[in-house]
């Protein structure tokens, strides 16, 4: 490929615990992009509307059972699906904000015990991020803001605390762990406590901070 680097899109991962903010928070990313007139859109993992998705979907709903192992190759074969798509617009110059990548595929499932490297093995080659924006929250506050929505909001579509399978504390404990294995160079930490308007702001500067882009570079999760 011959197309030069600058102009290319930045591939920006937003990570972190269950409700940690970051659909908001990419959201705002997005139209803030958008409102200088960069080429963007805005992803999320597990992407729902494919096939592969709809299996997962079932799966997180507790709609029906899989093997843990059966369950992380689905989540990942989901990013794989959407693998050429991503790229094309990457190179054609579109960011990409995305919600949720291969770390909360390795965080997640290795928190289920799975083994680490093996969780690791199915992501490598996949695009690599430019930038992980890692939403960090500790997992009690986690845990009561599901707590909470649970009161206000029992008859939800997502049916509150506990709704989804991975919401109870003791398992976001155990992500979190994972996340902080994944930690690299291209991660930026921001306190998800802060006020809403507070993290925006940070997230705005790191994101322009590395909005020069590099040649596209591929998922070799092996050094972390
Ligand atoms: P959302 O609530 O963000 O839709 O996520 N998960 C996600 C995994 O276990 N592995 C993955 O690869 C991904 C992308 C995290 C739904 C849940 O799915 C988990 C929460």
Redesign the pocket.
């Known amino acids: 490929n011959n197309q030069k680097s600058d102009s290319r899109g930045a591939l920006i991962v937003l990570e972190g615990l269950?409700r940690s903010g970051k659909t908001s928070q990419s959201c705002r990313l997005l139209s803030y992009l958008e409102g200088l007139g960069h080429p963007v859109e805005s992803w999320?993992?597990?992407d729902r509307n494919t096939g592969v998705g709809q299996m997962i979907s079932a799966y997180?709903a507790n709609k029906s059972q899989l093997d843990d192992h059966a369950i992380h190759l689905l989540?990942?074969a989901n990013r794989w699906e959407k693998r050429s798509l991503m790229e094309s617009k990457l190179r054609s110059g579109t960011t990409l904000i995305v919600?949720?990548?291969s770390f909360?595929?390795v965080a997640?499932?290795s928190a289920k015990g799975l083994d680490f490297e093996w969780c690791k093995a199915p992501e490598m080659g996949l695009p690599a991020p430019d930038l992980v924006l890692y939403l960090e929250i500790p997992p009690e506050v986690i845990c009561s803001i599901i707590m909470f929505v649970g009161e206000i909001r029992k008859a939800a579509e997502r049916g509150g605390y506990g709704g989804?399978r991975?919401e109870q504390l003791e398992f976001q404990k155990k992500v979190a762990r994972s996340y902080q294995m994944l930690y690299d160079a291209s991660w930026k930490a921001i306190d998800a406590g802060l006020p809403i308007e507070d993290v925006e702001k940070q997230l705005r500067e790191m994101v322009i901070w590395r909005s020069q882009t590099f040649d596209l570079k591929f998922l070799v999760l092996g050094s972390l």
Do not use: H, T
């Open positions: 269950d999320r993992f597990p997180l989540f990942s919600d949720r990548y909360s595929g997640f499932s989804e991975y």
